[in-house]
């Protein structure tokens, strides 16, 4: 099996409805996340058709997660390991690495972080050829995960064939970044192609599970006033507890 389309069927959609734009104004790219990060996720996949005419057949079936961790950092390039769980309870790891500025990237599984700090109507990617490239952030907004708030980036897109007899397909991404480290929150892709009466359509989708740093930064400054309120308690009873111990005396 060739784990690396687990990331091409990510990317395949998206290289055929790219739209050429130069109007748009490149934002500042910096690396949101640092080495060590890791995200991990649930992947639930299923389609319908054959898939056996292709030259790499699909077996996504198969994986039932993945966990992405950064290894190393090199200015905007960001080197990542995938570890791959399937289904029968064998795992893979494949090496794979992504500019967080252009979108290049290479490797065996290349996953698709962005730049950080990144908001509304911003590029995803600089270069137009890659990726997201063409495509701009949909929309900052907050949604839960893990039990804690975070601000999102999103980028939605829902590309249908005219209506006609001989052809109807459908391509469909929806995608949250989380803001801070562009990390992927969630993923959502429908590919459905329907020719003479023959239908081939995968849908698949992946959910975070964990994520480390595992605390939002808008947490940060609570944390950090719950732990000095914390000490000062602490430091008032040692020192009550002195004062008693000298008057007994």
Known sequence: MKCHNFCCIILLGILVVLIPTSSLVY???????????????????????????????????????????????????????????????SDSVHPGWVDIETGDGG??????????????????YTNNETMFGEFTINETLTRSYLGSTFEVNRWNSNVTAPPNPFLNSSIVFDIYWFRD???????????????????????MSMNIIGIIPEFPSTLVLPLLIAGTLVAVLLSRRRKFLKSRCCLAT
């Not at 480290?181 to 590919?191: K, V």
């Open 27 to 89: 934002a500042q790219r910096t690396v949101g996340v640092q080495v060590g990060d890791w995200a991990e996720y649930t992947i639930a996949f299923t389609s319908e058709g054959n898939f056996t005419d292709l030259e790499d057949p699909f077996e996504f079936e198969t994986i039932t997660g993945i966990r992405i961790a950064v290894v190393d950092i090199a200015e905007t390039n960001v080197t990542q390991e995938a570890h791959i769980y399937f289904a029968n309870g």
């Open 107 to 124: 490797g065996e599984a290349t996953f698709p972080l962005i730049a950080g700090n990144l908001v509304e109507g911003d590029r995803i």
């Open 181 to 203: 480290s562009g990390f992927p929150a969630e993923i959502r892709m429908f590919m459905m192609m329907e020719m003479m009466g023959n239908r081939t359509s995968i849908d």
